[in-house]
């Protein structure tokens, strides 16, 4: 059975394609000066093609922005003491 295209995903033309097509191969070496608009189209040189990978997060900066939060929290809990109002659930006496 075929598949409806409605059904079809939108990114299939958009995805990180291994193999790059001639006219791609000849905008990317245009672009780094190796291939000018005279020069033959037969026995291109290869064209690297990397995947841009998505930067990750830092484990120290994850554990800064942890600290901080814990920090803030701490600074809400000990204002809410102060101000001698009750927590939210507690019974005041």
Request: glycine letters at 4%.
């Amino acid at each position: 059975m075929s598949l409806d295209k409605s059904l079809k995903s939108q990114n299939s033309l958009v995805r990180h394609r291994n193999v790059l097509s001639r006219a791609e191969r000849l905008e990317k070496l245009e672009e780094e000066d190796r291939w000018s608009e005279g020069a033959s189209v037969l026995g291109l040189a290869k064209v690297v093609h990397r995947k841009a990978a998505l930067a990750k997060k830092d484990k120290a900066k994850v554990e800064e922005a942890a600290e901080t939060a814990a920090e803030a929290a701490a600074e809400t809990s000990e204002q809410t003491e102060q101000s001698g109002k009750p927590k939210p659930g507690e019974v005041s006496q």
